[in-house]
């Protein structure tokens, strides 16, 4: 396969949006102008008491590239007129980010300045940069590098400077920062190390508040090149009993195995994630680029190293906007999920890990609401697991729907990898208590198993009974245990599950269209009302219906969308639902609304809204629902592939309608039972095919 799209490159600062956001699925960072040192950091299982809501959320980490260059004793941070930007590259490829700019000090001297930073894969606790300067004329020169705490929530409980029982220094500085609230504790340590000339050498070590800071000083020499490199380690206490020893333990050994070595295999793991790249052939460049864009944001975004599931923006963080606190929501499982299982299984499993080991708090929120089995909390924070939905919105703990995606998750993982071990131990734990939560939660009426007092995906403004989604995907969720009661021999659970499955009342409307829920009319054409909920239940849980129920309730709500379009979530399975009604064009149509009109900036963030409709919403990304939509549109649901029990083969079903204009889709390897096997969905083919 050919390499991916990377952004065009950058030269005027204008051009930004967003600073970039550079991840590993462990650190993330915006990466401020270049100026050095300017930026947010978020680490993977750091929280905080969020001090506007006064709830669990997501903390920030001290600023792991901090750091800058005097010159003739002119601070480049202080100068930003005298900078100019020559370019800034972001190679998807790799995972890096390259930037060069002059810096004219008032003496006249310049530095011309490249630099190189990446969120080391193999060591995923670990960021990295380089730092290379060359001066035009003879100059005094100071560089800088360290980790900066300053201006987030918390405080320090440890500085250092020394190695504790150790006569020389193993690494640069070492601390241990607590978040507000005393919720957990960041440990970092660094190292740095400068080639192309001789310099002076100093640590901040008197000031026990100020940031963590090395000092290089140095007589430059013109035209020679000078390289500072820094190695930073970031350490949740979520993870470690002593995060800033274990910083220490994971710094001092980056630097000994070398910055080329880490950057070499940095590369190499992000070719082998490659070979899981979408190939839209015909698209066009347009939509190969944000078929890429979205594959990159994804997978820079998750780790399999990591315990802790990634949030609906990754580990994105900027001032502008609230990023829903960091918190883990349903959308992860919904959108996120599916194209990872099949492109990188061990990430997968991480996330899965994440609602593992937190089943006793989902009982425990079951029990709460006074239900059976496990209740996962529609928001979910990196502690114990409990609910954290905002107090100020009570309505929204009518929103459960999230256990039901879960469920779906675990059970899917166990179809597509084939793993016995996690299907009997992990799998039917979820799965079956996510089933025994349904049994408790529905009621058996004249019509059937009804769901009372509900929020769907739409969020109505109260809570509705037998709202469509809710309804539809209790019944598949019955039928996901049903079957794995059936593999594991449990009989009298399979029959019962797979007959409640079987009786569960569905909303239709007199045309036999499934509707929203029990007080929806036709009248209404609010956004909630256009919310095409019972679509998500038809494409993403695969609720079994006739051929001719489909086509009427696909057609009667991708009639009624307009409202909605423009808005999170289902706006990016839309043309799926366009195209298994055969509509090339407005397939085509709708993806473009719903999905490339959300992509922001040069480096193509997906927005939580369509920047189109809603130019006024403060630029955020990437979003992981509506990326991680398209990408399930692309390799699940416009290629006909629906993973269950059977093998693989039996997946395809077909017919292959694609988006006007694409003539095949095309994936080097997806991982399926445990083997490699490529997919390749041709428009007009009776089914896609998946080739060991």
């Known amino acids: 396969m050919s390499s991916p799209l990377s952004p065009a490159p950058v030269r005027s600062l204008g051009q930004e949006d967003l600073p970039p956001y550079l991840s590993n699925g462990v650190i993330g960072v915006r990466m401020g102008p270049p100026v050095l040192g300017a930026g947010v950091c978020v680490v993977s299982g750091l929280s905080s008491i969020r001090p506007v809501d006064q709830i669990e959320g997501f903390a920030r980490a001290p600023y792991p590239l901090a750091g800058g260059i005097r010159l003739d004793g002119a601070p480049l941070a202080g100068l930003p007129d005298r900078v100019r930007l020559r370019r800034r590259t972001y190679d998807f490829g790799g995972g890096e980010l390259r930037t060069s700019f002059d810096f004219t000090a008032p003496s006249g001297a310049r530095a011309k300045v490249e630099t190189i930073s990446f969120c080391s894969r193999s060591l995923p606790f670990t960021i990295l940069q380089e730092i290379a300067v060359e001066v035009d004329r003879p100059a005094s020169m100071e560089l800088t590098a360290g980790i900066d705490p300053s201006g987030i929530d918390g405080t320090w409980k440890r500085r250092e400077t020394s190695t504790p029982n150790s006569p020389t220094p193993v690494v640069d500085g070492i601390l241990a920062w607590e978040t507000h609230g005393a919720l957990s504790i960041c440990g970092g340590a660094y190292t740095t190390q400068l080639s192309g000339g001789r310099a002076q050498k100093a640590v901040e070590s008197a000031d026990d508040l100020a940031p963590l800071?090395?000092?290089?000083?140095?007589?430059?020499?013109?035209?020679?090149?000078?390289?500072?490199?820094?190695?930073?380690?970031?350490?949740?206490?979520?993870?470690?009993?002593?995060?800033?020893?274990?910083?220490?333990?994971?710094?001092?050994?980056?630097?000994?195995?070398?910055?080329?070595?880490?950057?070499?295999?940095?590369?190499?793991?992000?070719?082998?994630?490659?070979?899981?790249?979408?190939?839209?052939?015909?698209?066009?460049?347009?939509?190969?680029?944000?078929?890429?864009?979205?594959?990159?944001?994804?997978?820079?975004?998750?780790?399999?190293?990591?315990?802790?599931?990634?949030?609906?923006?990754?580990?994105?963080y900027w001032p502008n906007y609230h990023y829903?606190?960091?918190?883990?929501?349903?959308?992860?499982?919904?959108?996120?999920?599916?194209?990872?299982?099949?492109?990188?299984?061990?990430?997968?499993?991480?996330?899965?890990?994440?609602?593992?080991?937190?089943?006793?708090?989902?009982?425990?929120?079951?029990?709460?609401?006074?239900?059976?089995?496990?209740?996962?909390?529609?928001?979910?924070?990196?502690?114990?697991?409990?609910?954290?939905?905002?107090?100020?919105?009570p309505p929204l703990l009518f929103e459960q729907h999230v256990s039901l995606w879960i469920a779906k998750a675990f059970y899917e993982f166990a179809m597509v990898t084939g793993d016995d071990d996690f299907r009997r131990e992990q799998a039917w734990h979820v799965v079956e208590n996510v089933a025994r939560w349904v049994t408790s939660r529905v009621r058996r009426g004249d019509r059937g198993y009804e769901v009372p007092e509900a929020l769907g995906i739409a969020e109505q403004a109260t809570p509705v009974d037998n709202n469509a989604f809710m309804n539809m995907a209790c019944s598949q969720t019955l039928r996901f245990a049903a079957e794995l009661a059936r593999q594991l021999r449990r009989r009298q659970d399979a029959e019962r599950w797979a007959q409640m499955a079987s009786d569960f009342f569905v909303p239709t409307n007199r045309a036999g269209v499934i509707v929203q829920h029990d007080r929806f009319t036709a009248s209404q054409h609010d956004v909630a009302a256009s919310t095409p909920e019972p679509l998500a239940a038809l494409l993403l849980f695969d609720y079994p219906v006739t051929r001719e129920v489909m086509e009427r309730t696909l057609r009667f709500h991708l009639d009624r969308v307009g409202p909605y379009l423009g808005y999170p979530m289902l706006n990016s399975i839309l043309g799926a639902a366009a195209a298994w009604l055969g509509d090339r064009h407005r397939a085509a149509e709708l993806l473009r609304q719903g999905y490339l009109d959300y992509l922001r900036g040069p480096y193509r963030e997906t927005d939580e809204y369509s920047r189109v409709r809603f130019a006024s919403h403060p630029p955020v990304g990437p979003f992981m629902a509506n990326l991680g939509g398209f990408l399930t549109s692309c390799l699940l649901l416009f290629p006909n592939i629906r993973p269950g029990p059977e093998p693989p083969a039996g997946w395809c079903r077909g017919p292959v309608v694609l988006p006007e204009g694409w003539d095949a889709i095309e994936v080097e390897r997806l991982w399926i039972r445990g083997r490699p096997a490529g997919l390749r969905a041709v428009h007009g083919a009776r089914r896609a095919t998946l080739q060991f």
């Open 213 to 316: 800071i090395t000092t290089y000083r140095l007589r430059a020499e013109a035209g020679r090149r000078y390289q500072l490199r820094q190695i930073t380690a970031l350490v949740p206490s979520a993870m470690h009993s002593h995060p800033e020893r274990e910083a220490t333990r994971l710094a001092a050994g980056a630097t000994e195995r070398g910055f080329d070595t880490i950057r070499r295999e940095n590369t190499e793991l992000w070719a082998d994630i490659w070979k899981g790249r979408v190939v839209l052939r015909g698209a066009g460049r347009e939509w190969q680029e944000a078929a890429d864009a979205a594959f990159y944001y994804l997978h820079a975004s998750a780790h399999a190293s990591s315990l802790f599931s990634t949030s609906m923006f990754g580990l994105a």
């Open 324 to 393: 829903y606190d960091g918190h883990v929501m349903w959308d992860i499982e919904a959108f996120a999920f599916p194209p990872l299982l099949m492109t990188a299984p061990d990430t997968a499993r991480a996330l899965l890990q994440y609602r593992l080991d937190r089943t006793k708090a989902a009982q425990r929120n079951a029990a709460l609401n006074g239900y059976n089995g496990m209740q996962f909390p529609w928001a979910s924070g990196r502690g114990a697991g409990d609910e954290l939905i905002r107090t100020n919105k």
